[in-house]
């Protein structure tokens, strides 16, 4: 059997564990491989899987729950995205999120967070490769001809299969810009078929150190991690006025964990 490198950090990478998905989206025995240096589990049945047959499980598994309120897999999701909207606002007020460029919400879905900060009074603007058909949303062309002060970028990573995927969202964002990411991450992925974040349409899965060496790879300074919203925002520059204010009006009280570096939150609270 062929093996695939780390997305992550190209270490090489060995057979984890298997899941019987019978049948459910056409998805069978479905192989999960994990990196032998920094521990990100990924499918490599969905790694191997032809274009075609990849965005027909995309669109078979996101139409399954576009446009509803609840979504079964994610019962939290619709409380997560007014609390996201909220820290996203806080953080715009105090002027530690930098806005000379416009915002984007990259892979936003049906877009219900954009309109809720739009309703908010933040202009932030709608990206889904699976939703440039709708008006409100950029096309691949449109998208390109900026870079952006905040990326938005919620339960995405997960649905990602190729480093060039990733990359090219780090690309678009201001030399000076932000990223805003909710992704579930763990320390250590177990082993576990039964492992509700196994679902269909999730591919790759980060521990902290694979996020930590992607921060450095992609040069972020600067990092707060919001508990209550599970966001996490990362800063290609910070200032002292900006540090200072963090220091001073984001308490580890009201959920705000913030670092000069990677705040390894996920780390901090398993000590
Ligand atoms: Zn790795």
Not at 9 to 33: M, P, V
Not at 104 to 128: A, H, M, P, T
Not at 190 to 217: A, C, G, K, R
Not at 235 to 264: C, H, P
């Given at each position: 059997?062929?093996?695939?490198?780390c997305?992550i950090?190209?270490?090489?990478?060995k057979?984890?564990f298997s899941?019987?998905?019978?049948?459910?989206?056409?998805?069978?025995?479905i192989?999960y491989?994990?990196c032998?240096?920094?521990g990100?589990v990924f499918?490599?049945?969905?790694?191997e899987?032809?274009?075609?047959?990849?965005?027909?499980?995309?669109f078979?598994?996101h139409?399954?729950?576009q446009?509803?309120?609840?979504?079964?897999?994610?019962?939290?999701?619709?409380?997560?995205?007014?609390?996201?909207?909220?820290?996203?606002?806080?953080?715009?007020?105090?002027?530690?999120?930098?806005?000379?460029?416009?915002?984007l919400d990259?892979?936003?879905?049906?877009g219900k967070l954009?309109?809720?900060?739009?309703?908010?009074?933040?202009n932030?603007?709608?990206?889904?490769?699976y939703?440039?058909?709708?008006?409100d949303y950029?096309?691949?062309?449109v998208l390109?001809?900026?870079?952006?002060?905040?990326?938005?970028?919620t339960?995405?990573?997960?649905?990602?299969?190729?480093?060039?995927?990733?990359?090219?969202?780090?690309?678009?964002?201001?030399?000076?810009?932000?990223?805003?990411?909710h992704?579930?991450?763990k320390?250590?992925?177990?082993?576990d078929?039964?492992w509700?974040?196994?679902?269909?349409?999730?591919?790759?899965?980060?521990t902290?150190?694979?996020?930590?060496i992607?921060?450095?790879?992609?040069?972020?300074?600067?990092s707060?991690?919001?508990?209550?919203?599970r966001?996490?925002?990362?800063?290609?520059e910070?200032?002292?006025?900006?540090m200072s204010?963090?220091k001073?009006?984001?308490?580890?009280?009201?959920?705000?964990?913030f670092k000069e570096?990677?705040?390894?939150?996920?780390?901090?609270?398993n000590?």
């Amino acid at each position: 059997m062929n093996t695939l490198s780390c997305l992550i950090c190209k270490a090489e990478t060995k057979f984890y564990f298997s899941k019987d998905f019978q049948h459910s989206f056409e998805l069978n025995l479905i192989d999960y491989h994990k990196c032998e240096n920094c521990g990100f589990v990924f499918s490599k049945t969905h790694y191997e899987m032809s274009d075609t047959e990849w965005e027909k499980l995309n669109f078979n598994c996101h139409n399954s729950y576009q446009n509803q309120t609840y979504n079964l897999s994610d019962p939290r999701w619709y409380e997560r995205l007014y609390l996201q909207c909220e820290v996203i606002y806080k953080l715009a007020k105090l002027e530690i999120l930098p806005n000379s460029l416009p915002w984007l919400d990259w892979g936003c879905g049906d877009g219900k967070l954009v309109d809720i900060l739009n309703n908010r009074g933040l202009n932030v603007q709608k990206y889904d490769l699976y939703m440039q058909h709708n008006s409100d949303y950029l096309t691949n062309e449109v998208l390109q001809e900026t870079k952006y002060s905040l990326l938005i970028n919620t339960s995405v990573f997960e649905h990602i299969r190729e480093r060039h995927t990733l990359d090219v969202i780090n690309s678009l964002i201001a030399k000076d810009g932000a990223l805003a990411l909710h992704v579930l991450v763990k320390e250590d992925i177990s082993p576990d078929p039964d492992w509700f974040y196994l679902q269909p349409p999730h591919v790759s899965f980060f521990t902290n150190q694979s996020m930590q060496i992607l921060f450095e790879q992609w040069n972020y300074k600067a990092s707060i991690y919001h508990v209550p919203s599970r966001l996490w925002f990362w800063f290609r520059e910070m200032d002292k006025v900006q540090m200072s204010v963090i220091k001073n009006l984001l308490t580890e009280a009201d959920g705000f964990y913030f670092k000069e570096g990677f705040m390894n939150y996920w780390g901090v609270m398993n000590k």
